[in-house]
């Protein structure tokens, strides 16, 4: 699959999440607790979370050497093993499980590790700036959550502002790499041979 393929892929899945808190009200589900389209539409957003950690790798906008090589595989693991536990919910699954309590892990370290890789893809400076700043909208969506939870006291992320976010930063990193792919193939054209 190309680049342009997975960023198409990222967009198409990107408002996902936000539809399936819409179809709750924006009210938190639980592992779970989800029906099976509420788990394939987390599902999908999860497949494409991974293709666009892996249309990142192709461009290696993190960096052609071995550090920036590692950055962007490490989360194509971990994203893998959050789109198990979607899996396992619709299997339901012993949530007890030792498989269960990684993959429900992969959710948090993988969101972490997109702040990583966003970091890498900025300072790497392989794709064009506006390129660049996509990976980074999608890599502050926990933090940002998180710290706006902190400061308004509330107990649990904003699902509402946290679906828009993912909504948006991961449409814009699909577009991206959808961009970024044609921008490559065109700079590779007017090469000289």
Known sequence: MNVRTL???????APTMLIDGYRHGMQ????????LTGDLLTLAFAVGWWCAVLGLKRLQATGPGLLGRIIVTVPLVTIAFAVLQEVLDMLHF????????????????????TFVVSMAVLFARVL??????????????LPVGIGYMVFARLEDMPL???GWHTAIGWFLLG??????????GHCRALAPA
Do not use: K
């Open 160 to 162: 509402a502002e946290f």
């Open 175 to 184: 577009l991206a790499l959808v961009t970024a792919e044609s921008r490559q």
């Open 28 to 35: 938190r589900t639980l592992n779970g607790e989800n029906d």
């Open 94 to 113: 012993n949530m007890q499980h030792p498989l269960y309590v990684m993959s429900d892990l992969a959710w948090p370290l993988s969101m972490l590790l």
């Open 128 to 141: 064009p700036m506006p390129h660049r700043l996509a990976p980074l909208v999608c890599g502050i969506s």
């Open 7 to 13: 960023g198409l892929l990222t967009m198409l899945f």
